[in-house]
Every structure is written in structure tokens, then in C-alpha cells.
């Protein structure tokens, strides 16, 4: 008698299924009331997701605009280079941002742990946004630094005609920069706390399924 490859193979795949239900079977369920706070916690999440990536959106297309106004209304070679450096730090920061955010737009399957493992992605690709923007803002300083020495001639004529004005523009510009940087530093607080939330989240499933 000789044995059917395809009989044994539907055999054994017939077993695994059986392993597999006895191994659910013995799995505790998740409490209703658990699922409806993270399920709420997830769609609160969600929402940010969208409309940080909006606001991400209409900054850029602010940003490019003036940066095109300034390229084509204005001659100088320091707005110019200005507006370039502009445009040259945009496109790194959407590429830095769109390589970050891979695995982030959808969750694998639409049980509660992916959206839950969804959530931690995304805020683990906001911690290294944050890290990485401040490498670029670092980056952005020292081209006006440098954009500045080689068109100091120009800068020292109109600096020398309206010392007030450019000494009111440097203080605001050090006022925003700090603005900026508590601004970081309080947001990458907020996720690393929202991190340890979602990993607390996990481990709690994680314990009620064993």
C-alpha cells in the first residue's frame, strides 16, 4: 500500500490546526472594558497621526512658496542662497521623515495588538524625528553661519544703514530658536512617556494571554 503525499500533507496540516486551537482555547480573553480603553486610546492616536501629517503638509507647501517668492522677487545673492538652503533643507527633512515613517500608515492585521503595535511604531518614528531634527537644525545654523561670512560685505552695508532693525531680527531669531528647542525637548518627553504607556499596554496583553 503506498502512501498519498497530498493525503499526509492535508493530514498533517489538519493536526496543526488542531494544535493550534487547542493552544487559543486555553488563552484567557482580553477584559471588554480593557478593549474599549485601548481601542479609544487607538483612535485618539490615530487622529494625531492624521493631522500631524496634515499641518506636516501645509508647513511644507508654506514654506515652498516662500522660498519661490523669495528665488524669484528678490536678487540678492544672500536672500538667494538663503532661499536655496530653504528648499535643500526641506527635501532632507521629508526624506528623513517618510524614511522614518515606514511600517507607520496601516496595521498588519486589524486585531487590537496590531493597532496597539501600530501605535508604538509611530511613536518610536516620532522619537527618532525628534532626534534626527535636531541634527538638521544644527546642519541649518551653520549654512546661515557660512552664508553669512561669504556675504558679509553686503551684510555689513545694510547692517551699518539699520543697525535696529538687524539687531531686533538676530533677538528674535535666538528667541525662536530657544522657543524651538524647549518645544522639542517638551514633545520628546511627552512621547517617551506615550512610549512607555504602549509598551505597558503590550505587556499587559501579553500577560493575559498567558
Known amino acids: ?12 496540516k489538519d493536526r496543526e490546526l488542531d494544535l493550534w486551537r487547542e493552544q487559543w482555547s486555553g488563552v484567557a480573553p482580553l477584559s471588554p472594558e480593557f478593549l474599549r480603553q485601548v481601542q479609544k486610546r487607538i483612535k485618539v492616536q490615530d487622529r494625531r497621526f492624521r493631522l500631524g501629517n496634515l499641518l506636516a503638509v ?9 522660498a519661490f517668492y523669495q528665488l524669484s522677487y528678490y536678487t540678492s545673492r ?6 536655496t538652503g530653504v528648499c535643500v533643507l526641506l527635501f532632507v527633512a521629508v526624506t ?13 492585521t486589524q ?3 496590531a493597532f496597539v503595535e501600530l501605535w508604538q511604531r509611530r511613536v518610536l518614528s516620532r522619537i527618532r524625528g525628534l532626534q534626527i531634527g535636531i541634527y538638521i537644525a544644527i546642519g541649518w545654523l551653520v549654512f546661515c553661519a ?8 553686503t551684510i555689513r552695508i545694510e547692517f551699518m544703514g539699520h543697525p535696529t532693525v538687524y ?14 528647542w524647549f518645544g ?15 509598551t505597558r499596554l503590550l505587556k499587559e496583553m501579553e500577560t493575559t494571554n498567558d
Open 146 to 153: 557660512a552664508l553669512a561670512a561669504a556675504n558679509w560685505a
Open 96 to 108: 528623513c521623515r517618510l524614511w522614518l515613517m515606514r511600517g507607520t500608515w496601516r496595521a498588519e
Open 1 to 12: 500500500m503506498t502512501n498519498d503525499p497530498m493525503t499526509n500533507d492535508l493530514t498533517t
Open 167 to 180: 539687531i531686533a531680527m538676530m533677538l528674535v531669531i535666538v528667541l525662536m530658536l530657544r522657543v524651538i
Open 78 to 83: 544672500f536672500e538667494k542662497g538663503q532661499a
Open 184 to 198: 522639542a525637548m517638551w514633545l520628546r518627553r511627552r512621547k517617551v512617556a506615550e512610549l512607555s504607556e504602549v
Open 111 to 113: 486585531s487590537t495588538r
Open 58 to 66: 501645509a508647513a511644507l507647501v508654506g514654506t515652498l512658496i516662500l
